[in-house]
């Protein structure tokens, strides 16, 4: 029984990888869930190293990795959570995003300002302000009369592309990544902002790390509506 | 009869199996400032939300249930096999899939939900009703299969006797068929009632999360998980004393092949 048990330790442990092994786990906030396959796919194209993404909110996240979860890599846009986690002293920032107020398509409630964010009559759903979205929107300066508090931001779109909700807050890259959704009008120098950190959790992540801040993954970052890095 | 040492051995590990998390999450409550914790409106309204929501749920499912479960038992319908496995549907689905079929179904674009919208201004998600309507969907199996249970395992003896001397159909059912029948339905209830309680992915998928309005004590629970860890350990004592409340008292009345203990 304890030789089993031990076995299975011994093959636990092996499993987190170590240098040579040709395999990565990322953890990933859920606003990173379409760009990271493209991103993956290019860095395996370049190092033949595969990636095992896991996606999910940031504090959940972080909490699982906290209670031992396995991951070599935590991309998030909450860099306290990063330094909660982080064990190899190592972060790099990859990308920004922002918030914009998004419409089912076709905006069948004629949303126009701001301010109909607090319209009680109209379906307003956004992030909880437990998780780093909802953090975001509420520095939006702006009374929310909200019908809903969603635990992702991926929620909160799907709410609107099922148009279930009137409007919503969500990221930018949001709105790119579903045909369903649009901006509830034009929100180019809209903020608050966040910006996406990498952090390593293991030496065999670094790779990954510098990968993340070249011209190859700046580009893919850029085709998905991200802001990314000013160069230098 | 001695119990069989094998059999003990193994039931005290399933003993343990359900214990130790539960010791888990009490040694690591904050026990000191519990009061104050108990006190914070962000624990005693999904409390009392839980408790009308989960409540209400209970009282449908019986209303809906105990006809259904007769039905199925003694009335012979044509695909009764098909239609019993899709009541126990709810069972096995997953509550996320079971509320994203809901918001398809009763959403403000679903397939019956546009016509409530559009005649009489009725839209569930987002609201109270809507938080029932997901508890309900998947507690009602628990109840009908413990009464469908004992109304196949009990004879019809008595129920065939009385239609012999007369009786009304209705009125058999209402002085035989139900009293006897009781046990059964108190502890479908009880069931029915504790997974209406703990309910979470088919409320926050169909009916959103709203303090007050469709934040229940499971929703609330997993929020505070991801901002304030004390609080989730209070929400998670609250549910824990007001599922055995219920649960203790409801087991040694109801639950079939039990006698109450003295």
Redo the contacts between chains.
């Keep these: 029984m304890r030789g089993l048990l031990l076995a299975v330790l011994m093959a636990s442990t092996l499993s987190c990888g170590g240098p040579g092994d040709d395999d990565l786990t990322v953890f990933a906030a859920s606003s990173l869930t379409d760009v990271l396959p493209d991103l993956a796919e290019a860095f395996q194209e370049q190092t033949g190293t595969t990636i095992t993404t896991v996606f999910g909110g940031s504090n959940h996240l972080a909490a699982q990795l906290n209670d031992g979860a396995a991951a070599d890599v935590f991309l998030t846009a909450d860099v306290r959570l990063l330094e909660q986690v982080t064990t190899v002293n190592r972060s790099v920032s990859f990308a920004s995003n922002r918030l914009v107020v998004a419409v089912p398509e076709g905006n069948p409630a004629g949303v126009s300002s701001l301010a109909d964010l607090s319209r009680p009559d109209l379906r307003v759903v956004v992030c909880d302000e437990a998780v780093p979205c909802g953090a975001s929107t509420s520095e939006m300066g702006v009374t929310i009369e909200a019908d809903s508090r969603e635990i992702s931001v991926r929620a909160v779109l799907s709410r609107l592309a099922m148009g279930e909700a009137d409007v919503g807050v969500v990221y930018a890259t949001d709105v790119t990544a579903e045909p369903g959704v649009e901006p509830a009008w034009n929100q180019l120098e809209s903020c608050p902002c966040v910006t996406y950190t990498a952090g390593a959790r293991t030496y065999w992540a670094l790779p990954f790390l510098t990968f993340l801040a070249s011209p190859p993954a700046q580009e893919i970052l850029a085709g998905h509506g991200f802001s990314t890095r000013t160069p230098g | 009869m001695r119990a069989p040492r094998p059999v003990l051995a193994v039931a005290a590990i399933a003993i343990a199996y359900v214990a130790l998390p539960v010791l888990g999450l009490l040694q690591r409550m904050p026990w000191s400032s519990m009061g104050d914790l108990l006190a914070r409106e962000s624990i005693t309204r999904p409390l009392l939300l839980s408790l009308l929501v989960s409540g209400i749920a209970a009282l449908v499912v019986v209303i809906l249930g105990t006809p259904l479960a007769w039905t199925l038992a003694r009335v012979e319908i044509p695909g009764r096999r098909i239609i019993r496995a899709l009541v126990l549907l709810p069972m096995v689905l997953p509550p996320v899939v079971g509320g994203t079929a809901l918001?398809f179904a009763l959403?403000?674009?679903g397939l019956v939900g546009q016509w409530l919208d559009r005649w009489f201004g009725l839209?569930l998600?987002?609201t109270t009703a809507g938080a029932v309507v997901a508890a309900v969907f998947v507690a009602l199996p628990f109840y009908v299969i413990a009464v469908e249970g004992a109304l196949e395992s009990g004879s019809d003896e008595l129920e065939q006797m009385a239609g012999t001397l007369g009786a009304e159909p209705m009125r058999v059912l209402r002085r035989i068929t139900l009293p006897r029948l009781l046990p059964a339905m108190g502890a479908g209830m009880a069931l029915a009632w504790a997974r209406a309680l703990g309910e979470f992915g088919a409320t926050?998928t169909f009916?959103?999360?709203?303090?007050g309005r469709?934040q229940t004590l499971p929703l609330a629970t997993?929020?505070?998980?991801?901002?304030d860890t004390e609080e989730a350990l209070a929400l998670s004592l609250v549910m824990l004393i007001v599922s055995l409340a219920v649960l203790i008292p409801m087991r040694d009345r109801w639950l079939p092949g039990r006698r109450p203990e003295r």
């Design positions: 918001l959403g403000r674009r839209t998600p987002f926050i009916a959103g999360n709203l303090p469709t997993f929020l505070a998980l991801e901002s």
